[in-house]
């Protein structure tokens, strides 16, 4: 008798980030633009963030009363189990989103620092942890906001050329299951071009958009090509980890001026609010030494530049005339 899980089947496309489709009306409840950080476990926003005396257990429970979605970096280490993710849906509340990032064997596959090319996106090797990552994180339900490709940089060692990973991750995005929302990040920064961005495409995978040290912004990137290609985008402040570490290693509060290029962000953001396409930003620590500060800075830029252009911030619509 087969005891084994049934394999997953491609599926229509589902709801984004709360909407059905850019083309159909959206709840007014749901904002275009949603906020959060990478990961909510740091225990050094006891006292800034969390109220002195929060216990790690209900960190969750705290965050999600101030913010809309959170981004889980956890699964990239390995899947996490079924109870681990019925607790993230017990402590967040209805229309609360949880991004998450796919598993490190499948992206990564390495043994140390260095990936291996010869795991990275093999079926043979990979579409087990897939599965089980994906049955896993479907426990969620609507919570569930979208999982992330996320690939190391990869030398030309490992790729001579950026086609041969192109066409790797065009088969791997073509054999994933419906019924979920992907987003691709690499690190290589001239594999952010219309290349890339046709591949995931075709398969309504989102390109990540992410400030890290050498990676475009993503201003640099509107410059290249249209950075939106899927239903919704997906932001990503990352910053520049050995820098910051170097000023501290200790994340209660801000300790780099990220100002400039939060502003440039806020415009990026207020530009994809005008084309009503639903975003998610989260913040690293490592971007400026504490996210949930960056975090309320480039949300208060972004409304700001949204109403310069006239928009309401959190609908994406013309602001009410004051007449």
Known sequence: MDTSEPALERAARP???GYPSLMLPRAPEIPLIRFGTSSFSSKDWVGPFYPEGTPAG??????????????????????????????WAEKTPPG???????????????????????????????YGIRDRFLET??????????????????????????????????????DLPGGFAYAVEVRNRDWMNADLGGVCDKHGAALVLVDQAWMPHGDEVEK???PVSADFAYVRLLGDRQAIEAVTTTWDREVIDQGERLDRWAKV?????????????YVNNHYAGHAPATVERLRERFRKAAEDLGLDPRKGLPRPSAN
Not at 118 to 124: A, I, M, N, Q
């Open 15 to 17: 709801p984004i980030l």
């Open 58 to 87: 209900q960190f969750l429970r705290v965050y999600a009363s101030r913010y809309d979605t959170v981004e889980i970096d956890s699964t990239y280490y390995a899947v996490p189990s079924r109870p681990t993710v019925e607790g």
């Open 96 to 126: 609360f989103l949880i991004a998450a990032k796919f598993p490190r064997d499948i992206v990564h596959g390495g043994k140390d620092r260095e990936p291996d090319p010869g795991r990275v996106l093999d079926p043979d090797l990979t």
């Open 137 to 174: 994180l479907r426990i969620l339900g609507p919570r569930l906001g979208p999982l992330v490709i996320q690939f190391p940089y990869f030398r030309r060692t490992a790729f001579p050329s950026p086609a041969p990973f192109f066409e790797r991750l065009d088969r791997f995005l073509g």
């Open 224 to 226: 290249r090509m249209d």
């Open 269 to 281: 953001l207020a530009r994809l609010l005008t084309r009503e396409v639903p975003t998610v930003v």
